[in-house]
């Protein structure tokens, strides 16, 4: 199960941006995020805790710089190698992973819906079985495919020449002729996935949405 952090944490040299993903240890007991009292323990990668300005956002972030863990350490004959920290944490500090398989029976609150959503809330977001609640993955689907014809609408498009796959464009299997996201389409991808991603995490879920376009 995967998560990712609310807001920058510092533990001595580590700097870990929010916005980071990481991986929870202890799956929790139970279906929902952001309940009082959960406790988790998440695993985050050295490097997934670089601080580069992550999907060209242009976010400035600390220039600190986490001091040689990635080298490789000899112990004897073996060598070895730091990969990342373990850290226990609060629920409230992470935005947990709507996709995961766990959470597929999850239900929302009409209020946290409707914070998602808006005061009207839309016919084909499914209410849960044997729950006053709606289905979480209901409101995702709405929200993918309201983000998929923004997408095919908004986002600019680059069409494949044969000299583009040979430098490494698109994705296995493309042809000329194929339509990618433009440098342009990509930071206009990103911004409204963003806006997406916020929208669900008023929730406490997070989620990795797709816009329709298929990613390697």
């Known amino acids: 199960m995967n998560c990712i952090t609310k807001e920058d944490m510092k533990f001595g040299e580590y700097f870990i941006p929010a916005r980071t993903k ?16 959960l406790q988790l323990l998440i695993a985050i990668t050295l490097f997934d805790m670089q601080l580069e300005a992550k999907r060209m ?19 004897g004959d073996t060598r070895s190698q730091m990969q990342g920290i373990v850290i226990y944490t609060h629920g409230d500090k992470v935005f947990l992973d709507a996709g995961d398989e766990f959470y597929s029976r999850s239900t929302l609150s009409k209020w946290h819906v409707q914070k998602i959503v ?89 989620y990795d949405f797709k816009g329709g376009l298929i990613w390697e």
Request: aromatic share 8%; glycine share 10%; net charge negative.
């Open 22 to 37: 990481a991986r929870v240890i202890n799956t929790p007991q139970y279906h929902e995020a952001g309940i009082p009292g």
């Open 118 to 206: 808006g005061e009207v809330i839309p016919e084909n977001i499914a209410k849960a079985e044997y729950s006053s609640g709606y289905s979480l993955e209901s409101v995702i689907e709405y929200l993918e495919n309201e983000f998929t014809e923004w997408v095919g609408e908004n986002c600019d498009l680059k069409i494949l020449t044969e000299e583009d796959i040979e430098n490494g464009e698109g994705i296995d299997g493309s042809d000329p002729g194929d339509s990618v996201l433009s440098e342009i389409g990509l930071l206009q991808f990103y911004e409204k996935q963003l806006e997406y991603q916020q929208r669900l995490e008023t929730s406490g879920f997070t």
């Open 57 to 75: 956002t242009g976010v400035p972030m600390s220039k600190t710089r986490i001091n040689n863990e990635l080298e490789k350490t000899c112990f």
